[in-house]
Structures are given as C-alpha cells and as structure tokens.
C-alpha cells in the first residue's frame, strides 16, 4: 500500500486553472494505477482521472476531457492533475488514490485514498 496526501487546492474564478499535487510515500508507487476522484456536496464520489504504472495509458471522465491533465514522476513518487477551463460545477474535495489493477475507474478498485483537498470554483 502506499500513503497519499494531496495538496493545491484553493478558491479560483470560473475559468481559471489550478494544479493538483499528490506525494506518495511506500513501496513500489510506479507499480500503482494512480486516480484522482472528486465528491461534492451531497454527491457521490466520482471518477475525475487516471494514470497507469507507466504513464503511457490515461482515462478521463467525459466533462472534464480536454479541461484536465493527469501526468505522474515515478522519480519523485507525485502525481498531478493539470486543472483548465475551471467551471463551478467542478467545486468538490479532490482525492488522489491508487490501485495495483490496471487501469481501473471505480471508486471500489482503489484501495488507497489521501485525506483530500478543497477545490472551488467561484461564478
């Protein structure tokens, strides 16, 4: 397993950008499938992003696809997503999170989660 903790959220204006970072720490991280989920207020959490082992394969929810860039340093054990075009529906708490699959979409797959970080978007 690896421990996760996410930092870079903030306040922003419609339209602005934000990046996200996630610093892993553990074993074997180039091993993992990394994700990012968001939930919102009253919502479920749901899929954002993901990256597989080798940075070579990546999978976007369909309303964040060409807005959001999820990119990963095996060197430095991060992970990140590149946040564009920021609308207020993407305000949520943002997670980063990891799975030995491959390239899985499900909350249920990941097995590991960071603590989160607030994003919002103001109108």
């Known amino acids: 397993q690896v421990q996760l903790v996410e930092s870079g959220g903030g306040l922003v204006q419609a339209g602005g950008s934000l990046r996200l970072s996630c610093a892993a720490s553990?074993?074997?991280?180039?091993?993992?499938?990394m994700g990012w989920f968001r939930q919102a207020p009253g919502k479920e959490r749901e899929f954002v992003a993901a990256?597989?082992?080798?940075?070579?394969?990546?999978s976007y929810t369909d309303s964040v696809k060409g807005r959001f860039t999820i990119s990963r340093d095996n060197g430095k054990n991060m992970v990140y997503l590149q946040m564009s075009s920021l609308k207020p529906e993407d305000t949520a708490v943002y997670y980063c999170?990891?799975?030995?699959?491959?390239?899985?979409?499900?909350?249920?797959?990941?097995?590991?989660w960071g603590p989160g970080t607030q994003v919002t978007v103001s109108s």
């Open positions: 999170a990891s799975t030995i699959a491959t390239m899985r979409t499900a909350v249920s797959d990941f097995g590991s």
């Open positions: 990256i597989s082992w080798s940075g070579g394969s990546t």
């Open positions: 553990g074993r074997a991280f180039s091993r993992y499938t």
